[in-house]
């Protein structure tokens, strides 16, 4: 069984900062792309980020310059930071990755979101 953890999120005022992060563990044999979405109330969920086991990274147009996207392979862990956040950045955000568990087949695994709130 595999876990995907997120912590970090919270309520900051317009141009603050925080950071994401997102912690896999269980039975993981490999992980492969790994990525940040986010659910405003009312939206569709939307990719914010995405990086793959390699470090290539895609951000959305809507983040790019102020969001960035790293890894930790070692600890199986994402990272989003969120600088010069604006009100609509508030969203719930999910972790997601592709995983190979011991089995070897390969599943799509959600985190269970972290809310962030930003003021204006």
């Known amino acids: 069984q595999v876990q995907l953890v997120e912590s970090g999120g919270g309520s900051v005022q317009a141009g603050g900062s925080l950071r994401l992060s997102c912690a896999a563990s269980g039975s993981i044999f490999s992980i492969n792309d790994m990525g940040w979405y986010r659910q405003a109330p009312g939206k569709q969920r939307e990719l914010v980020a995405r990086i793959t086991s390699g470090g290539r990274t895609d951000h959305a147009d809507s983040v790019k310059g102020r969001f960035t996207i790293s890894r930790d392979n070692a600890k199986n862990t994402v990272y989003l930071q969120m600088n010069s956040l604006k009100p609509e950045d508030t969203a719930v955000y999910y972790c997601?990755?592709?995983?190979?568990?011991?089995?070897?087949?390969?599943?799509?695994?959600w985190g269970q979101g972290t809310q962030v709130t930003v003021s204006s």
């Open positions: 997601n990755a592709l995983i190979a568990t011991m089995s070897r087949k390969e599943y799509n695994y």
